[in-house]
């Protein structure tokens, strides 16, 4: 018959591998947890990263180009202007023809830039930004294209000497000219945002 000894450390173990066994899963839940939030920060600090280099690589870029082409539509409308006050005055036609020739061109630059930075590792979000942006530069290169037709009409109309008619197509130019103001003002603005946004959430990220 055990004595009373023996009875007592008996019933001490399995208290006491019961103890062991929870230190044993608090450290592991520690460390488990420990290494998740390590795991996170990396990424997350990855993500940051890669959004504030976009910001030199690509919306930067896209900012200056949008807003040359903002100045040079207002140049433009003002040529329009004195187009519509004279039609016969050369000097505007060869301001407008320049201005003509430089817009798509830099539109042409600004959608490439977009394709280049879409063809790489980006976060899903500004990939999605991207996207919507070249969508909206694609609907004003194709007004571009609307109004070139236009614009021979106009020409037309002006060489061959029919200055009312004309007046009245520059009229109409000048509706949907302001329309593609309208549309490359809220594409900077929007450019313009999420730059500022991107920073925050890195200051808020460090």
Same mark, same amino acid.
Request: aromatic share 6%.
């Given at each position: 018959?055990?004595?009373?000894?023996?009875?007592?450390?008996?019933?001490?173990?399995?208290?006491?591998?019961?103890?062991?066994?929870?230190?044993?899963?608090?450290?592991?839940?520690?460390?488990?947890?420990?290494?998740?939030?390590?795991?996170?920060?990396?990424?997350?600090?990855?993500?940051?990263?890669?959004?504030?280099?976009?910001?030199?690589?690509?919306?930067?870029?896209l900012t200056l180009g949008a807003?040359?082409?903002?100045?040079?539509?207002?140049?433009?409308?003002?040529?329009?202007?004195?187009?519509?006050?004279?039609?016969?005055?050369?000097?505007?036609?060869?301001?407008?023809? &320049?201005?003509?020739?430089? +817009?798509?061109? %830099? @539109?042409?630059? *600004?959608?490439?830039?977009?394709?280049?930075?879409? /063809?790489?590792?980006?976060?899903?979000?500004?990939?999605?930004?991207?996207?919507?942006?070249?969508?909206?530069?694609?609907?004003v290169e194709a007004r571009y &294209?609307?109004?070139?037709? +236009?614009?021979? %009409? @106009?020409?037309? *109309?002006?060489?061959?000497?029919?200055?009312?008619? /004309?007046?009245?197509?520059?009229?109409?130019?000048?509706?949907?000219?302001?329309?593609?103001?309208?549309?490359?003002?809220?594409?900077?603005?929007?450019?313009?945002?999420?730059?500022?946004?991107?920073? %925050?959430?890195?200051?808020?990220?460090?």
């Amino acid at each position: 018959m055990p004595d009373a000894g023996e009875s007592q450390v008996s019933a001490l173990t399995p208290v006491r591998s019961s103890v062991r066994y929870r230190i044993v899963a608090g450290i592991a839940v520690i460390m488990f947890a420990f290494a998740v939030l390590t795991i996170y920060s990396i990424v997350l600090h990855r993500v940051t990263v890669e959004k504030i280099g976009l910001i030199n690589t690509t919306y930067l870029p896209l900012t200056l180009g949008a807003s040359e082409i903002e100045a040079t539509q207002l140049v433009f409308n003002t040529w329009l202007d004195r187009l519509a006050d004279d039609p016969n005055q050369a000097i505007s036609r060869v301001w407008i023809d &320049a201005a003509r020739r430089f +817009r798509p061109s %830099k @539109l042409t630059r *600004l959608t490439s830039l977009i394709d280049e930075t879409l /063809a790489k590792d980006i976060p899903q979000g500004e990939a999605r930004f991207l996207g919507e942006l070249r969508r909206r530069l694609t609907e004003v290169e194709a007004r571009y &294209a609307e109004n070139e037709t +236009r614009f021979q %009409k @106009l020409y037309d *109309l002006m060489d061959s000497g029919h200055v009312e008619e /004309a007046r009245v197509h520059i009229e109409t130019l000048k509706r949907a000219e302001r329309r593609l103001d309208r549309v490359l003002v809220g594409v900077g603005n929007e450019i313009d945002k999420h730059i500022k946004s991107l920073v %925050k959430d890195a200051e808020q990220d460090g």
